[in-house]
């Protein structure tokens, strides 16, 4: 095989114009190119330079050569650009889970800005329980797991919970729904057909506190554990359910329900549970920083 080296100095002395030039460029002897330039001469069976004077000049089979050679070491060029920018290149692979209690929409705008830079970064999304998915997390299979809660204190998982924010909720329905009821919020819901999110949900003992300190008593018809489908139901005007405040004009604009009233006593918390004590990853500091902007800090 020929020499990549031998043919490198050719190169330089055909670009240069001279031994001389081409030993002060690439910081050698003029005696080092010389010897080097015998060699490839000797393993190629020509003479690549004749001399003219004190001047060398390429021969026909040098022309070809120096041809073959420019396209080999910018074809080289090419591919050292290509290997030091190979992280701008591949995309960014981040692995989530979402925790099946958190509502759809709320999950899309917290995860969201990791998309930002839609060409630099892939989304690997995981929905299930919490301890599902904090056993995945431990076992590095997901970057990073967004729950309503965070890491219950029965479960040993060497992780951390970043707070992403907290919010208020808003009670919504129908507009049939809500021409059926009388009088002014709160007290409106009483008596009132409910939907309720699941007892898994830690929203859900907040609602029923904030029912028995306003003395109201709906008449729940229905218990749901995807967020999805409680809303296919207050869509249908089967009752009334409870969404975090600040999805309140998207699910208005999505299903045509309307706003009864809002309370921050129900407060629904969203955290990042990362292995990490101190956030690195691009698309989880994205996330964290998008969403305390939008839910609000919680302290």
């Known amino acids: 095989m020929i020499n990549y080296k031998h043919l490198h100095y050719f190169w330089m002395v055909a670009k240069e114009g001279s031994i001389a030039a081409a030993a002060e460029r690439l910081s050698v002897t003029p005696h080092t190119i010389s010897a080097q330039l015998s060699l ?18 390429l021969t026909e089979t040098g022309h070809m050569v120096l041809s073959y050679a420019t396209d080999i070491f910018s ?10 920018n190979l992280d701008k290149i591949r995309p960014l692979v981040f692995k989530v889970g979402v925790v099946d209690v958190v509502p759809k929409s709320i999950a899309y705008h917290l995860l969201s800005p990791a998309m930002d830079d839609i060409n ?3 989304m690997i999304c995981h929905e299930g329980n919490i301890n ?27 992780g951390f919970s970043h707070s992403l924010g907290t919010c208020g909720s808003s009670f ?6 809500a021409e059926q009821l009388t009088g002014e919020f709160p007290a409106n819901l009483n008596g009132s057909p409910m939907l309720l999110p699941s007892e898994t949900t830690i929203v859900r003992s907040q609602l029923l506190q904030w029912f028995n300190k306003n003395r109201i ?22 009752g009334i359910m409870v969404v975090p405040t600040p999805i309140r004009e998207e699910v208005s604009q999505q299903l045509g329900l309307v706003t009864l009233g809002e309370t921050n006593e129900i407060v629904n918390n969203f955290y990042a549970i990362s292995i990490e004590r101190k ?3 691009t698309a989880v500091e994205k996330i964290t920083t998008a969403a305390r902007d939008w839910l609000g800090s919680a302290d």
């Open 120 to 122: 630099n970064v892939r």
């Open 132 to 158: 599902e998915l904090l056993a995945e997390l431990a076992l590095h299979k997901l970057d990073l797991v967004i729950s309503e809660s965070p890491i219950p204190s029965d479960v040993s998982v060497n």
């Open 279 to 281: 956030i690195s990853h």
């Open 75 to 84: 074809l080289g060029g090419e591919l050292e650009e290509r290997v030091r």
């Open 40 to 57: 490839l001469d000797d393993y190629l069976g020509c003479a690549l330079f004749t001399k003219v004077g004190r001047q060398l000049e």
């Open 217 to 238: 008593h709906p008449r729940v018809v229905g218990e749901f554990d995807d967020s999805a489908l409680i809303k296919a139901f207050a869509n249908a005007g089967k």
């Open 172 to 177: 919504m329905a129908s507009p049939s729904v």
